[in-house]
């Protein structure tokens, strides 16, 4: 049986495919993966959004969210923070069911079709949230791994007006700037920015996991950062784009001179701000041949 982890990262991959056309726009989705004997998902999947689902609603309590949907089955989830917090980015682990929580731990319970659980454990991450000023969930980013009575797991994400931000990469051994690393980082674990540059790009910063890293993303002189697949140099020239992705800090490590290729998904600028940006990427660090690829998510 795969672990917790590898659950919920096979999930995550699953449902990043919605997200492949530039042009799905924030929206409320639910995906759930359910390993078979799982008593609420019936080992079943499936994906939740507005043209399938008649009604999805957020109510807020003080430690806490439900979160109801209706459609081909009803659902019913509950993510609950420690007693006396409430929800915010970060990780919710030894869960118990939440209407029989004991001391400080965090609740979760997952329904369907009235099927319920009597002892669940797992987890839950909350990787974007944000209130409006009534108190309302505003945004929300979330997955969790649910067993039911000790039973095969359930694993789900929700995305609620908002879409998946995160940083995924991939250094193959000997890459000088990522020195083999394989990670994925998420709004749970880590922070992003984005921001314009000098030069009519954007400067993409993460930072968590023991780790910062930067991109500088740069359209080739006297061009405007477009959708589009590019070589690319260090330094943007007439022919190239622009790609300088390196680590900060604790990394240290950066490239005197790079080559590679760039591909933009979707970019958008707003009065002169890049407020999104979808893009992959493939790093050759000083004529080294072992490459450094990334995919860099930050579609607010």
């Avoid at 209407?99 to 659980?117: D, H, I, N, Q, Y």
């Avoid at 929300?140 to 039911?148: K, R, S, T």
């Avoid at 007006?161 to 990670?183: E, F, H, Q």
Wanted: aromatic fraction near 10%.
């Amino acid at each position: 049986m795969k672990s917790a982890s590898a659950t919920v990262a096979a999930l995550l991959a699953i449902v990043l495919l919605l997200f492949a056309a530039p042009a799905v726009q924030a929206q409320q989705i639910f995906s759930f993966v359910s390993t078979p004997g799982d008593p609420i998902g019936a080992g079943e999947s499936g994906t939740y959004t507005p043209a399938n689902t008649s009604s999805f609603q957020i109510s807020t309590q003080d430690e806490g969210i439900d979160i109801y949907l209706t459609g081909g089955w009803d659902w019913h989830i509950s993510l609950i923070a420690g007693k006396g917090d409430t929800l915010h980015e970060g990780r919710y682990r030894y869960v118990e069911r939440s209407s029989f929580r004991t001391g400080r731990s965090p609740g979760l319970e997952v329904t369907a079709m009235g099927r319920g659980c009597n002892d669940i454990s797992g987890e839950f991450g909350i990787k974007q949230i944000e209130f409006d000023a009534t108190g309302k969930i505003a945004h929300l980013e979330a997955d969790f791994l649910q067993y039911c009575d000790g039973q095969p797991p359930l694993a789900g994400v929700i995305l609620y007006r908002t879409m998946p931000l995160s940083l995924k990469l991939i250094s193959a051994p000997g890459d000088y700037v990522g020195r083999g690393i394989s990670k994925t980082y998420y709004g749970d674990t880590s922070t992003f920015a984005l921001a314009p540059n000098l030069q009519g790009g954007a400067r993409f910063a993460v930072s968590g996991q023991g780790n910062e890293w930067i991109a500088f993303i740069d359209p080739p002189v006297g061009q405007q950062l477009r959708v589009g697949t590019f070589s690319t140099s260090r330094l943007a020239t007439a022919s190239t784009a622009g790609l300088d992705f390196y680590g900060n800090n604790r990394n240290g490590y950066r490239c005197n001179q790079s080559t590679g290729t760039l591909v933009i998904k979707d970019v958008r600028f707003i009065d002169g701000f890049v407020v999104r940006l979808l893009a992959s990427f493939t790093q050759y660090c000083d004529g080294n041949p072992a490459p450094l690829k990334g995919t860099i998510r930050y579609l607010l």
